[in-house]
Nanobody, 111 residues
Framework: VQLQASGGGLVQPGGSLRVSCTAS????????MAWYRQAPGGTRDLVAV????GNTSYADSVRGRFTISRDNAVYLQMTSLKPEDTAVYYC?????????WGQGTQVTVSS
């Protein structure tokens, strides 16, 4: 199983960015899929999760600005970005007692 995160980059405050997570070896529609983030020196914190059959939940800090969605991949649409959103973003798949992590994609919000 491999999870591949992509789409990170440098964006100005107030801007938007979409990160994606593609999977090989599993069907993401059968798993709880989540995005986490880890800022330098910080912990890896939950950002958003989508569970079967498509229910979503968000961290308080991103609710109303970020949207998680899923088709054959999992996406995190980020809007109204703030400098404090700067972090490495990781996707995670979990189900049936298994947990898989992607390698992370860097998102930097700076002017």
């Amino acid at each position: 199983v491999q999870l591949q995160a992509s789409g990170g980059g440098l964006v100005q405050p107030g801007g938007s960015l979409r990160v994606s997570c593609t999977a090989s070896g599993i069907n993401v529609s059968h798993y709880h899929m989540a995005w986490y983030r880890q800022a330098p020196g910080g912990t890896r914190d939950l950002v958003a999760v989508i569970v079967r059959p498509g229910n979503t939940s968000y961290a308080d800090s991103v609710r109303g600005r970020f949207t998680i969605s899923r088709d054959n991949a999992v996406y995190l649409q980020m809007t109204s970005l703030k400098p404090e959103d700067t972090a490495v973003y990781y996707c995670r798949a979990s189900a049936y007692g298994d947990v898989y992590w992607g390698q992370g994609t860097q998102v930097t919000v700076s002017s």
